[in-house]
């Protein structure tokens, strides 16, 4: 599957040639104070890299199919999830999973400013993703733990909590996201209801990883604008 990381600069590059987005460049140099110096070195390491490259009869710069392709489905995606992830340390930056009818793409931006994309070739992957991002292994219910507990008494032990918001057609003034929400408290996994009117005071469902990756798998699937090939 393929995989891109790119600073900024190469970022604006990027766009540039796919969208001819000369916003793209002006924003980077007055936002990130990238001189034009430092844009021409993007340039060139991206086509020693390959990701640029030369037409032969025209002689122009192109991107490479494969991240033009990534960019294309993370730029327009058919469905839209965000993973945000709050650990004691604090809330990490956002992940961005973006559904096509042929691609799924994971971006985010490191805490470096690197921005990765990378493909993902089923949802299966993408669960796979989740559940290693925002869980550990548990033992299951067999911790002598309630099967319920209130969240205002789960937050200040929790390890990890997680918020998935789902957007199908996001480009659609009419979108609405469907959320899930859980976290890792006293070893253990913990289902927080969305639709509760005080989430805070609402009672957490103590579940495993197999009972949360069947609930992502049914809730994403279900607002997949057609499942991916």
Known sequence: MNRFVLTQAELAIILHYLVGE???IH?????LA?????????????????ILLRDPYSNQLTITGELALILEA???????????????????????????????VLNYVDSQGLQTFLELGTLDHVIKQIIELTTQPTANNANNLPSTAELTALMPEAEKAAL??????????TSQPTSLSWLMAHAALWLANP??????????????QAMLSDLLHT?????????PS
């Not at 809730?219 to 499942?227: D, F, G, M, S, W």
């Open 22 to 24: 000369a916003l793209a």
């Open 27 to 31: 924003n980077t140099t007055n936002d």
């Open 195 to 208: 639709k509760a009117a005080k989430p805070e005071t609402t009672p957490a469902q103590q579940i495993d």
């Open 74 to 104: 993370t730029l327009q995606p058919s469905t839209l999830a965000i993973l945000s992830i709050t650990e004691r340390e604090g809330t990490g930056l956002p992940k961005y999973f973006s559904f096509t009818d042929e691609l799924i």
């Open 219 to 227: 809730t994403i699937r279900a607002h997949l604008v057609q499942p």
């Open 34 to 50: 990238v001189s034009a110096e430092q844009l021409q070195t993007a340039e060139d390491e991206l086509y020693d890299r390959g």
């Open 164 to 173: 998935l918001l789902i957007i199908k057609e996001p480009a659609a003034a």
